[in-house]
């Protein structure tokens, strides 16, 4: 077989064929799961995180631990749910090893207070973004950044990342209403911070920009999602290899266009990263957090 049409036969099989063929040797296989699904992993590696080089180093933990522990996927769910489920566990753990890490004067503010979105803000300011709605960007994310981890990591999965709330409680390992309840309480919370912050989140959309994406913020505390503002149909790969499916969508807060990466010429590819920290990570759910009260049957 040459070598276009082995790369073409690569291409062709599903997610599935892919994880078993490197399972048996196949050197191409486990590289085409990487281009396939990297860019959306690093999305809500980025979500969770908001920091991009944190969010590519988890992207990349996380490929390592399938990589390693491709021969133990027993198939129970599709292999998209059981990668956003490794990458959303590399995401939280060093979330929490960086909590560990970090040390807090005595006299400093707790965390999630005032000093909270200021370093969002530090954060994202650096990328140096020329959107002209770009402040509105730095606010949703200081935002999303004092959200607790397991609201914001749903608000993630399903509003930003278009996932069925059915396929979130895969990837989180929990009911499908802990998910509801989730990102109820964590929309309620960031339309609140969003007050704070002098914004509206019923606000109407401004005019789109020279990008196409419009930067109002509306929807969040009436049960609508994080996303592009106004009612639409968002689109999200359900089946192994891509097709697509669509599903109608309430109105959002008009962030989902501010929080997806944009393409960096300066961020490397997920499968150009060298791992920071190889160490596997469990491709099985954290236990819930004690903290959180929203698990339900």
Not at 21 to 31: K, L, M, Q, S
Not at 97 to 123: F, I, Q, Y
């Amino acid at each position: 077989m040459g070598h276009d049409a082995r790369d073409q036969h690569v291409r062709d099989q599903d997610d599935a064929a892919l994880l078993r063929a490197h399972v048996r040797g196949e050197p191409d296989a486990f590289a085409e799961l990487v281009r396939r699904h990297g860019p959306r992993l690093w999305a809500v590696a980025l979500g969770v995180l908001g920091d991009r080089e944190e969010a590519a180093d988890a992207v990349q933990d996380a490929f390592v631990s399938a990589l390693r522990g491709a021969a133990r996927f027993r198939g129970e769910a599709a292999v998209t749910t059981w990668l956003h489920r490794i990458v959303v566990n590399a995401s939280l753990d060093r979330l929490r090893r960086a909590r560990v890490r970090r040390t807090v004067p005595l006299d400093a503010p707790a965390p999630g207070g005032d000093d909270a979105p200021r370093d969002a803000v530090e954060r994202l300011a650096a990328r140096g973004d020329a959107a002209a709605d770009v402040d509105l960007e730095v606010d949703v994310r200081a935002a999303l950044d004092r959200l607790p981890d397991h609201q914001r990591t749903a608000l993630v999965l399903v509003d930003l990342q278009d996932l069925p709330v059915a396929e979130a409680a895969a990837v989180l390992g929990v009911a499908v209403g802990t998910v509801k309840s989730r990102c109820a309480r964590g929309r309620a919370a960031l339309a609140a911070l969003l007050r704070e912050r002098g914004l509206d989140p019923r606000a109407p959309e401004r005019p789109a920009g020279p990008s196409g994406a419009g930067a109002g913020v509306r929807g969040a505390g009436s049960g609508a999602g994080v996303g592009a503002g106004g009612n639409r149909t968002g689109r999200r790969d359900v089946r192994e290899g891509g097709a697509a499916s669509r599903r109608e969508e309430p109105a959002g807060t008009g962030v989902r266009d501010r929080l997806a990466p944009d393409p960096d010429p300066h961020d490397p590819a997920p499968h150009q990263v060298r791992p920071h920290d190889p160490r596997p990570h469990d491709p099985r759910p954290h236990d819930r957090d004690p903290r959180d009260p929203e698990e339900v049957p």
